[in-house]
């Protein structure tokens, strides 16, 4: 049963179209991430939600938002889409703190025309 | 310096061989070291957590050497399903979390 769920899989947007990348977790878990990966690079996380307490990492554009409205969804929101921001995003949790395992959902692939 | 460094590789080894690879860190109080694995254009999955004795899980081994600030992974008696980017990943209070570029391994038949 899955247990980090991302939608959509692939995702093709417009330069400049604002797109929005979802995942859920069946796990209960405190901790939700959102990371970043291009091609033969590291997950960049992005940011992470520690129950409903947003941290943004000091490098991560603006132009990069995320919503928690409840225990189980996570949003990531890209406002302005550039053709940089091409990239396999990938949704993360962990029970209850960084220092713990992280469970991976199948990432959104996300292609910008 | 890249905190979390590891060779690219491709590390291209014959079936059954061992190989083994290590990953650097450069902050000192890093907590909590794991190995993920990362098959190709699929999200990384834990492979084993880190400890401080060092630890085995059937044919994968892992060591933490906090003096030269390094961590290992040995795959013994490898499987053609053993192909894939294995990850480091470093936890650490200040610096958060870090993952390495990967390290790709390629078993041949």
């Known amino acids: 049963d899955a247990m980090v769920i991302q939608n959509p899989r692939y995702q093709v947007t417009q330069f400049g179209k604002p797109v929005t990348l979802s995942c859920s977790q069946t796990?209960?878990?405190?901790?939700m991430y959102w990371y970043q990966q291009k091609s033969s690079q590291a997950p960049k996380l992005l940011f992470h939600?520690?129950?409903?307490?947003?941290?943004n990492e000091a490098d991560t554009p603006d132009n990069f938002q995320s919503r928690r409205p409840n225990t189980s969804f996570c949003f990531l929101d890209i406002r302005s889409p550039g053709l940089g921001d091409a990239a396999m995003y990938l949704c993360?949790?962990?029970?209850?703190?960084?220092?713990?395992?992280?469970?991976f959902g199948p990432g959104t692939r996300l292609l910008v025309l | 310096r890249k905190e979390v460094e590891q060779d690219p590789g491709p590390f291209n080894v014959p079936e059954g061989a061992t190989v083994a690879f290590n990953c650097t860190y450069s902050?000192?109080?890093?907590?909590?070291f794991f190995w993920y694995r990362q098959d190709c254009r699929k999200e990384p999955k834990l492979l084993m957590s880190?400890?401080?004795s060092g630890n085995e899980d059937g044919r994968f081994t892992a060591q933490l050497n906090r003096a030269s600030q390094y961590i290992s992974l040995l795959i013994r008696d490898s499987k053609l399903s053993d192909s894939a980017t294995y990850l480091c990943?470093?936890?650490?209070?200040?610096?958060?979390?870090?993952f390495g570029s990967g390290t790709r391994l390629s078993i041949r038949p």
């Open positions: 993360a949790t962990s029970r209850a703190g960084m220092q713990e395992t992280q469970y």
């Open positions: 796990l209960n878990h405190n901790v």
């Open positions: 939600y520690y129950d409903k307490d947003f941290n």
């Open positions: 902050n000192s109080a890093s907590q909590s």
């Open positions: 880190v400890y401080s």
């Open positions: 990943v470093v936890y650490s209070s200040a610096s958060k979390i870090i």
